[in-house]
């Protein structure tokens, strides 16, 4: 339950334009330098000339199970391929009213300064990306295109779409399943979303991520972990617009708060581990470049221990 009133930003929002011209000085050319060579690495494509051998991981496609080997070495290996250098890349975005929240800058900001960068990082490479957006339902779906325009059109799409209204809760499964058959060739997936949502999400995100590349992106307000003392305050939820007055100069009221919080937190983190996807967390008061370089740095050391393991594995048949 996001159950927080909405503030108002305090600066103009800019421009689709604008945004990118900033974002491409300050961010986006600062990602180019620390990403250089690993762009394969945080989005993988799909190919078909063998590049190497690995022991199967869970959520690993069975596919690529290579029986020879895994018959030999009694262990299971999947095949990796040197990926295409074309990749298709997916913007599955939430866009429902819990993500117009935020206490420094909204949440639904966060969001459109990330698919800014991303898919500009994708296109700039002759890829292409395509979007899906969600409201109160799933209204908006654009195809994979590429070049700058694209990506000015895709984020003019974010901000044309009115603020959605409490209309009982998200549906991010509907999201998810709807967003399935549009894309038919393998491709690396970001669900943009703050995972407030019904149940039910969890199923259809393993389905995807059976097929795909799939990266959680998951946004959140500190203000939604943690309650500090304003006194008596008017809440509204986001999700069904049930307002509640409370005093959160209660210390009592806090810890409660908090303890919530922390069980949700939890909850999500189990769920988006049993689902098999990567998750980036993207703070409303933390730097957006910053985010990105962490997660680009654990997938780059994961994939280096896989591949470490496998010597190992192959001087015992």
């Known amino acids: 339950?996001?159950?927080?009133?909405?503030?108002?930003?305090?600066?103009?929002?800019?421009?689709?334009?604008?945004?990118?011209?900033?974002?491409?000085?300050?961010?986006?050319?600062?990602?180019?330098?620390?990403?250089?060579?690993?762009?394969r690495t945080l989005l993988r494509g799909h190919g078909i000339d063998l590049a190497d051998l690995r022991e199967y991981q869970h959520h690993d496609d069975v596919r690529h199970i290579d029986w020879n080997v895994t018959a030999r070495l009694q262990v299971p290996h999947v095949r990796q391929f040197t990926e295409d250098r074309e990749l298709c890349a997916w913007f599955l975005l939430d866009l429902s009213p819990s993500v117009d929240f935020g206490s420094r800058q909204r949440k639904r900001s966060v969001s459109e300064a990330f698919v800014a960068v991303m898919a500009s990082l994708v296109l700039r490479h002759g890829n292409r990306a395509g979007a899906v957006l969600y409201g109160n339902r799933v209204d908006s779906v654009l195809p994979a295109r590429s070049g700058r325009r694209h990506v000015l059109h895709l984020l003019q799409r974010m901000r044309a779409r009115p603020a959605a209204t409490p209309a009982g809760g998200t549906r991010l499964a509907d999201l998810i399943e709807r967003a399935r058959p549009t894309m038919r060739?393998?491709?690396?997936?970001?669900?943009?979303?703050?995972?407030?949502?019904?149940?039910?999400?969890?199923?259809?995100?393993?389905?995807l991520a059976q097929r795909h590349d799939v990266v959680a992106v998951r946004l959140f307000d500190p203000l939604e972990m943690s309650m500090p003392d304003l006194g008596?305050?008017?809440?509204?939820?986001?999700?069904?617009?049930?307002?509640?007055?409370?005093?959160?100069?209660?210390?009592?009221?806090?810890?409660?708060?908090?303890?919530?919080?922390?069980?949700?937190?939890?909850?999500?983190?189990?769920?988006?581990?049993?689902?098999?996807?990567?998750?980036?967390?993207?703070?409303?008061?933390?730097e957006l470049g910053d985010a990105i370089l962490r997660f680009v740095d654990a997938r780059r050391q994961r994939s280096r221990m896989a591949a470490g393991s496998m010597p190992l594995a192959r001087r015992h048949p």
Not at 14 to 38: I, Y
Not at 185 to 205: H, K, T, Y
Request: aromatic fraction near 6%; hydrophobic fraction near 45%.
């Open 232 to 286: 008596l305050v008017l809440l509204q939820d986001s999700e069904t617009g049930e307002q509640l007055f409370v005093d959160t100069g209660q210390r009592g009221f806090r810890e409660r708060f908090a303890a919530a919080a922390d069980k949700c937190e939890a909850a999500l983190r189990a769920s988006l581990a049993r689902a098999g996807v990567d998750t980036l967390e993207l703070s409303t008061e933390a």
């Open 185 to 207: 060739q393998r491709a690396c997936v970001f669900v943009v979303s703050d995972f407030i949502s019904e149940e039910g999400w969890e199923a259809p995100l393993a389905r």
């Open 1 to 39: 339950m996001n159950a927080s009133q909405p503030t108002a930003e305090s600066e103009a929002v800019p421009t689709a334009q604008a945004l990118l011209q900033r974002l491409e000085w300050t961010v986006l050319k600062r990602l180019d330098g620390a990403l250089q060579g690993d762009y």
